[in-house]
């Protein structure tokens, strides 16, 4: 059998991980088998066992890459030139924003029950929140020095806004016509100006 390429080897990752997106949102990653990713990608399970040991790796990849798109826009924030109170409304906004996608939703869901039984999911969903939540907190301090905000325990607050906007997701899964995100999002805005120092 030819090997192929890096770049298609890439190709055949993205396409298993792509499908896999697809069916969380479907029918959530708990019930997910590996025969419904391989046939919603039209690859083998060769294939999927090319690139993952089992399907825990898969919902791995799948972390990683959420992972990787709040870093990137972590990066894009910092090299702004706005104030520490205002970066850290635009990424819990940004945050928000990414809660209106169903897969990635269901898999936090899911990600939050796996945990409770597997420390290694613990371990990796530990390390993604800690890093959001790090950040926020080097914002917020940022912010009160400045005098932006009213004089605020930065990793207290940095970590409501973490569990506030993973929450909002746990609880859109739980009742999707609960609240609507728009007015989440302006409801946060309230709150951030609530204790913002007066100009």
């Not at 890459?65 to 870093?71: G, N, P, W």
């Not at 005098?147 to 973490?162: K, M, R």
């Not at 997701?169 to 999707?176: F, K, Q």
Request: glycine share 4%.
């Amino acid at each position: 059998m030819p090997k192929i390429g890096d770049e298609a080897r890439e190709e055949r990752k993205a396409q298993l991980t792509d499908a896999a997106w697809r069916c969380v949102a479907e029918r959530g990653y708990r019930s997910l088998t590996v025969d419904d990713i391989c046939r919603e990608a039209g690859l083998s399970k060769g294939a999927f066992y090319t690139y993952f040991r089992q399907k825990q790796d898969l919902l791995f990849a799948l972390l990683d890459e959420e992972s990787a798109r709040v870093e990137a826009m972590i990066a894009e924030l910092t090299q702004t030139r706005t104030s520490g109170i205002e970066r850290t409304r635009r990424l819990v906004q940004e945050v928000l924003a990414r809660a209106e996608d169903p897969a990635l939703v269901q898999l936090r869901a899911d990600l939050w029950a796996e945990m409770q039984a597997d420390e290694s999911v613990r371990a990796r969903l530990v390390e993604a929140v800690g890093t959001r939540r790090r950040l926020f907190a080097s914002w917020i301090t940022e912010a009160v020095s400045e005098g932006e905000l009213v004089d605020v325990p930065a990793n207290a607050f940095a970590s409501i806004l973490v569990a506030l906007t993973d929450g909002l997701m746990l609880h859109h899964a739980l009742d999707p016509s609960a609240f609507r995100w728009s007015n989440v999002r302006r409801a946060l805005d309230v709150l951030l100006a609530g204790i913002s120092e007066p100009r």
